[in-house]
């Protein structure tokens, strides 16, 4: 955890600065002559001034490889090559034989009885590596990057034995010795320098196996800190026993290597334990992140076949909380004939068609400033001067302090419906005017004709035998036209009056036909008619206009039948949806494909009156008649075949 907490943050500063305090802290104990801050340990080694200046220079080198500028080049240079120079120098002498007076060039030594002032040679060794890798890991080469790993080893052994040799008491006899020499803070500064500094410049995977949250990497972190605590604690206990006649030699190493090798297996089969644990809790975890996954994508797939559902069929734009537009879609720009630029950034007053007051707009803010769904139609204009309808719903969004943020507006293109709305309505008024125009002409009309039949009838009973043929033909010719008119005023006072009287009732159409065939029994039995209906439903419609619907069509089917031949009338009806479809078929004369429509226009007569009496209004009674039901009807016919009048009624007529 101490390697980990020192990669964590800048690692080579802190051991530098360190190195450069404990450096700086001893060379003023050998000007000062403090023997205590020379030797940690009573009767030890002391860290001799060249040592220190070069834990110095090893601290500036260090420091200076974190900076590129010129002069921390040239420092580290300089530091390097001072350390190389007296660390071989040293050693040199030991080999040799020879001194260079290199060991009290700066301060004399006091304390040494042999080579007084000069550093041990592991220290002047290490000192030689230390330069070594100063200068490696500045190197552009990635094969001298990774030998300094190898010399960065080397550091760490040499100076852990001599740790070690403190910590377990075995300093030995010899004090000139290769490691025995090394002080006990020079031995912990060489080898917390190349620890960190091996971490620092180690290559990836190294980093991962040390520093990673694999198994193997807690793995290592846990047992080495355990092992070597464990055996440093064990050895200073049994060398204490050993060196105080405690135990015998040979008997204390065989419970010395028992109880480590027992506690070591033990604490690796609790390591294990709690690793397994630890995966199995991983494993868990990593189930329910793949679940959490594909269930994000799924949602993710939804949102996105949403949006392009939202984005194919509606204008979508999102605005800030000012109303300025942030976003708009394809859509939006298709139907505003603006490209994206030009709405982005713009509030929607560049669409304002100048329909809608300011009352309605001033509305619309106050409802979704309150946070509530606005839903209404807005009349835009586009950017080439024309008109289109939207349906709208603006929703606004808020922060998690309840703030509005944002605006989405979805809106639907409803010119076309707008356009057919506004037609209907005209054609309900226009309709409406009609009714009253025929109802007041029909009223109006029938008081005038009632005069001139009344005066025909005069002339006909008081004056006829003093009238000539001409006299006479004349009269019957304005009698006849009286007639006819007052049957064509009745039948448009009719037609004015349908669905006056809207009140609905449920009635049975088997009675209905049953009822009509006794009205009309006379025509019937004269003509040789017949008539099946079979199954017919009980429904809710307009009784009055109802039956004469079915008085009218059964009516047309006996009047235009063929010569010499019988009508046969077929009533039948099916459930189409939400509504009846009744069926009227007859063998009569029939019509031509081309008068199909013709047929229901008012006052419309497609044979001679001479051949075929009535008026023309029958049919459009049971058009209008259909109409008020909510339904439709239509006309299948073949020339001297028969024709089939067809019409759906609504089952729910509310």
């Not at 070594?132 to 030998?147: C, D, F, N, P």
């Not at 190294?206 to 440093?232: D, E, H, T, W, Y």
């Not at 397994?276 to 996954?293: G, M, V």
Request: hydrophobic share 45%; proline share 2%; net charge neutral.
């Amino acid at each position: 955890m101490i390697i980990h907490n020192f990669q964590k943050i800048n690692s080579s500063i802190i051991i530098a600065v360190f190195t450069l305090l404990v450096s700086v802290s001893v060379m003023i104990g050998w000007l000062l002559q403090i023997r205590e801050v020379l030797s940690i340990t009573s009767g030890g080694a002391t860290m001799k001034f060249n040592t220190a200046l070069l834990f110095f220079l090893a601290g500036m080198g260090v420091l200076s490889t974190l900076n590129e500028s010129k002069f921390c080049k040239v420092l580290n240079a300089v530091s390097v090559l001072a350390i190389l120079f007296i660390s071989a120098l040293t050693l040199l002498q030991y080999f040799s034989n020879f001194n260079y007076n290199i060991d009290t060039l700066f301060v004399d030594d006091p304390y040494s009885t042999v080579f007084p002032g000069r550093m041990s040679p592991a220290s002047a060794f290490c000192f030689l590596l230390i330069g070594i890798v100063l200068w490696g890991i500045q190197s552009k080469y990635e094969v001298v990057k990774r030998a300094t790993q190898f010399v960065f080893l080397t550091i760490i052994l040499i100076s852990l034995v001599a740790i070690l040799a403190y910590i377990l008491q075995i300093p030995g006899k010899d004090k000139s010795s290769f490691i025995n020499s090394m002080a006990f803070h020079t031995s912990f500064l060489f080898f917390w320098l190349a620890v960190v500094l091996s971490l620092k410049n180690a290559s990836k995977s190294f980093k991962n196996l040390i520093l990673g949250n694999q198994a193997g990497s807690r793995l290592i972190r846990v047992l080495i800190p355990f092992n070597f605590v464990i055996l440093m604690i064990f050895g200073v206990v049994f060398l204490h026993l050993i060196n105080n006649q405690h135990v015998e030699i040979n008997f204390g190493f065989t419970i010395y290597t028992v109880s480590i090798i027992f506690i070591s297996i033990s604490y690796i089969i609790v390591i294990a334990f709690y690793l397994n644990k630890s995966d199995q809790e991983k494993e868990k975890a990593d189930q329910e992140k793949e679940r959490f996954q594909k269930s994000l994508q799924n949602t993710n797939q939804e949102l996105a076949s949403f949006k392009q559902a939202l984005d194919s069929s509606s204008l979508v734009a999102t605005t800030d909380a000012n109303g300025v537009i942030t976003y708009v879609n394809d859509k939006f720009c298709e139907i505003s004939k603006y490209n994206r630029e030009e709405l982005l950034g713009q509030t929607h007053k560049i669409i304002n068609s100048g329909f809608h007051s300011k009352e309605f707009f001033k509305e619309l803010w106050q409802t979704i400033k309150a946070g509530d769904v606005w839903i209404g139609g807005i009349k835009n204009r586009a950017k080439d001067s024309s008109f289109y309808w939207v349906h709208t719903a603006i929703v606004p969004f808020k922060n998690e302090k309840g703030e509005i943020y944002q605006y989405l507006a979805i809106r639907q293109d409803i010119t076309k419906l707008a356009l057919l709305s506004t037609q209907y309505e005209n054609l309900k008024l226009k309709n409406k005017e009609i009714e009253q125009f025929a109802y007041i002409a029909s009223h109006d009309l029938q008081e005038p004709l009632r005069t001139v039949s009344g005066m025909a009838d005069v002339l006909q009973k008081r004056y006829y035998d003093q009238l000539d043929e001409n006299g006479k033909q004349c009269l019957e010719f304005i009698q006849q036209s009286s007639f006819r008119m007052n049957g064509l005023i009745r039948g448009l006072l009719d037609y004015s009056r349908i669905g006056r009287q809207q009140q609905l009732q449920l009635i049975n159409c088997n009675q209905i036909i049953e009822t009509l065939k006794e009205d009309l029994s006379t025509v019937i039995a004269d003509t040789n008619t017949t008539i099946s209906a079979k199954n017919l439903p009980e429904l809710k419609v307009y009784s009055v206009e109802f039956r004469l619907l079915f008085q009218n069509l059964i009516s047309n089917a006996i009047k235009f039948r063929k010569k010499d031949t019988s009508p046969k009338i077929d009533i039948s009806v099916t459930q189409n949806g939400d509504y009846w479809q009744f069926s009227i078929a007859d063998n009569g004369i029939g019509i031509a494909p081309e008068h199909s429509q013709r047929v229901f226009a008012i006052f419309q007569q497609l044979h001679n009156r001479s051949e075929y009496e009535g008026t023309g209004i029958g049919l459009a009674h049971c058009e209008k008649i259909v109409h008020l039901h909510g339904g439709t009807i239509w006309l299948d016919s073949k020339e001297n075949i028969g024709s089939t009048f067809h019409f759906t009624i609504a089952m729910n007529l509310n």
